[in-house]
Nanobody, 119 residues
Framework: QVQLVESGGGLVQAGGSLRLSCAAS????????MGWFRQAPGKERESVAT????????YYVDSVKGRFTISRDNAKNTVYLQMNSLKPEDTAVYYC????????????WGQGTQVTVSS
C-alpha cells in the first residue's frame, strides 16, 4: 500500500514562492507516475503537473507552465512542486497522487495541503 504525505503549503503574497513536498512510502516502482493536483472552492479538481519515478518526462497544465516545476528525489522517495510567481488563482488545496501506469487511474492520494495566495 502506497502512502503519500504532503507538506509545504501556506499563505503567501502574490508573486511569492512555495515548495510543496510529497513523501511516499510503500512499494513505489520506477514506472509509477506521480502527480500534483489541485482543487479550488467550487471548482473541479485539476491535474497540475506529473512526473515519472524514472526518466525526465514531465507534464504541466498550461496555466502553470514556466512558473511551477515538478521534481523528484528517488533516494528520499519524495516528489516536489516548486511554485514561483504565485497568483491568487493558484489558491487551492493541493494533492499528491500516484498512478501505477501512464494513463492509469490515480489510486493513491495524500491528504492535501492548503495553498493560499493573497493579492
Amino acid at each position: 500500500q502506497v502512502q503519500l504525505v504532503e507538506s509545504g503549503g501556506g499563505l503567501v503574497q502574490a508573486g511569492g514562492s512555495l515548495r510543496l513536498s510529497c513523501a511516499a512510502s510503500g512499494p513505489i516502482f520506477r514506472w509509477y507516475i506521480m502527480g500534483w493536483f489541485r482543487q479550488a472552492p467550487g471548482k473541479e479538481r485539476e491535474s497540475v503537473a506529473t512526473i515519472r519515478w524514472s526518466g525526465s518526462s514531465t507534464y504541466y497544465v498550461d496555466s502553470v507552465k514556466g512558473r511551477f516545476t515538478i521534481s523528484r528525489d528517488n533516494a528520499k522517495n519524495t516528489v516536489y512542486l516548486q511554485m514561483n510567481s504565485l497568483k491568487p488563482e493558484d489558491t487551492a488545496v493541493y494533492y499528491c497522487a500516484c498512478a501505477q501506469r501512464l494513463g492509469g487511474e490515480y489510486n493513491y492520494w495524500g491528504q492535501g495541503t492548503q495553498v493560499t495566495v493573497s493579492s
